[in-house]
């Protein structure tokens, strides 16, 4: 069950196709909006196809109330979330039935390399709060960006051709 926008299009189109491709094609997919509070008749679709799994990917209020109503329906499989579920707001809303979900997140504040704890304790500094995982994706985009115009000095083309190009990137 997915967010009917960009976020949960191209999100699930990822997660389809990888999922397709190791044997466990999707049977299911339904779309929500954002803002949306009862989820019931499209839950009680994807209940009618017992699946194995169930993916919630949207922002964090949906997803919490999507949850508790899969599991007031009786629905006792395996949780997995977007990235959007690591957040206060989605456990306030989740509660215990939080425990157990399994989301992804491209950030882990606990992680011990040198450049993440510079990059955490200077946010706390000048923010007054842990950075979340918008903060570090910033943090990053700006660090590519600046890299590739280090690379390319002020030309926009091949600014433009670097980050195309670019496959991975180390802070």
């Known amino acids: 069950i997915r967010a009917n926008n960009r976020y949960g299009r191209v999100g699930t189109l990822h997660f389809n196709r990888s999922a397709t491709r190791i044997g466990f094609p999707v ?33 964090a209020k949906e997803s919490a109330l999507i949850l508790k109503q899969i ?5 006792d499989q395996p949780i997995y979330a977007s990235d959007r579920a690591v957040s206060e707001e989605f456990l306030k809303i989740a509660g215990s039935l939080a425990e157990g979900v399994v989301t992804t997140c491209q950030y882990n504040p606990d992680s011990n390399d040198p450049k993440l704890k510079a990059f955490r304790d200077n ?13 570090a994706h910033a943090y990053d985009g700006m660090n590519i960006l600046i890299e590739a115009i280090r690379k390319a000095g002020l030309n926009r083309a091949l600014i433009r051709d670097l980050l195309t190009d670019l496959k991975t990137f180390q802070i």
Do not use: C, H
């Open 27 to 59: 049977v299911i997919e339904e779309r929500f909006s954002d803002g949306e509070i009862d989820f019931k008749e499209r839950l009680e679709r994807i209940k009618k196809t017992t699946p194995d799994a169930i993916l919630i990917w949207g922002n």
């Open 123 to 135: 946010y706390m500094k000048r923010f007054g709060q842990e950075p979340g995982v918008f903060a």
């Open 71 to 75: 599991r007031d329906l009786g629905m």
